[in-house]
């Protein structure tokens, strides 16, 4: 009895897999549905749980530049939290060669803080307990964008998950220098060599947060990944033809 009861607080059933956390605020794409589930370990739905041929499909959240935005959750399988990003592109719609920017990191305590495994009773529909605020930088471009949710676990199988959201980036000014300067997305678990393996009961350390940081509980409950995390010799010159163009 007691063994049951603690394997189900530290998240580790795959009867809990139905109620995994999905992205909230701001409102995600209607097409790629979103199922509460990591993206498929060989990255076949990578971006966005969108398989090939995925048409996207959604109402853009308008979003001014400078102004701070909130990200909320729903679900119960928080895994003892984690580590997310909030990233954007202007590839409309994405495709795995997106080149994908970060606008705030959040290492340890996402997406739910204080928790050390998963909310009980399982409840697909629970209004997440914790928000996160980010700010859309005056200084990148206006125009349709992708905002990603992005996340991975710090208690359970070392999964990698994806949400989408479509906005619209309001307001004068910006620049595509701005944009290119910011962080890459970071990736794992997704193909390729960089993983978390080693990293359970572990809030993952990005290997390039960027400026904007949140970070929760003590740094020894931190650690940096697993493998070439940092993006290899044919993504950076990608990026770099993607940003001349």
């Given amino acids: ?43 076949a739905n990578f971006p966005c749980q969108a398989r090939a041929g995925a048409e996207y499909v959604g109402e853009a959240t308008p979003m001014e530049k400078g102004s701070t935005q ?11 939290g984690g580590s997310c990003q909030v990233s954007i592109t202007y590839d409309n719609p994405p ?7 970060v606008l705030h990191s959040i290492q340890g305590g996402c997406p739910a803080r204080n928790e050390a495994g998963n909310i009980l009773p399982d409840n697909a529909d629970l209004v997440g ?14 125009g349709n964008a992708t905002i990603a949710w992005t996340w991975v676990n710090k208690v359970g199988n070392r999964e990698f998950y994806m ?17 290119a300067a910011l962080p890459d997305m970071f990736t794992a678990n997704i193909g390729g060599d960089c ?22 509980g003590p740094d020894a409950d931190k650690v940096p ?17 993607k940003f001349a163009a």
């Fill in 1 to 43: 009895m007691f063994f049951t009861k603690f394997f189900l607080a530290a998240g580790g059933l795959a009867t809990l897999s139905q109620a995994h956390m999905r992205l909230r605020s701001p409102v995600p794409y209607s097409s790629p549905a979103i199922v509460q589930d990591p993206l498929d370990p060989t990255g």
């Fill in 70 to 80: 909130t990200m909320a959750f729903t679900g119960s399988v928080v895994h003892g």
């Fill in 95 to 101: 495709t795995p060669d997106s080149v994908w920017k």
């Fill in 129 to 142: 307990v914790d928000n996160y605020e980010y700010t859309i930088p005056a200084d990148i471009p206006s």
């Fill in 163 to 179: 949400n989408c959201a479509p906005v619209s980036i309001e307001g004068d000014g910006g620049s595509e220098d701005a944009l």
């Fill in 195 to 216: 993983t978390t393996v080693g990293a359970d009961n572990k809030d993952i350390l990005y290997p390039n947060p960027g400026n904007s940081v949140e970070n929760n």
């Fill in 225 to 241: 990944p697993t493998g070439n995390c940092g993006g290899g010799p044919a993504a950076r010159s990608r990026r770099a033809a």
